[in-house]
């Protein structure tokens, strides 16, 4: 049974710095995308950035610049530095992987930037 399972969430202050963690848990092999979306309160759930198993990245052009996205195939984990945070950002941070077809999420990381 696939689990998705976010960590690093917290309260930070505007300019700072997270780093988000992503594992996936279960019999895996051959994950494919990998990536992150966030929810922020009151607002649909946006893209934040993607990753394929070559390393390929993609961003939300909001997030160029000071979000990145990374990969650890090994140990079947996804990570998201995020940089120069805005109170903007403010959000639930979710995490996806696609395997075998499926699109599996994790439940989510709170993430709030006080100014």
């Known amino acids: 049974q696939m689990q998705v399972v976010e960590s690093g969430g917290g309260l930070v202050q505007a300019g700072g710095s997270l780093r988000l963690s992503c594992v996936a848990s279960?019999?895996?092999?051959?994950?494919?995308?990998m990536g992150w979306y966030r929810q922020a309160p009151g607002n649909e759930r946006e893209s934040v950035a993607t990753?394929?198993?070559?390393?390929?990245?993609n961003y939300a052009d909001s997030m160029k610049g000071r979000f990145t996205i990374s990969r650890d195939n090994a140990n079947d984990t996804v990570y998201l530095q995020l940089n120069t945070l805005k109170p903007e950002d403010t959000a639930v941070y979710y995490c996806?992987?696609?395997?075998?077809?499926?699109?599996?999420w994790g439940k989510g990381t709170l993430v709030t930037v006080s100014k």
């Open positions: 990753i394929t198993p070559d390393g390929s990245t």
């Open positions: 996806y992987l696609d395997w075998r077809g499926i699109t599996y």
């Open positions: 279960g019999t895996i092999f051959r994950i494919k995308n």
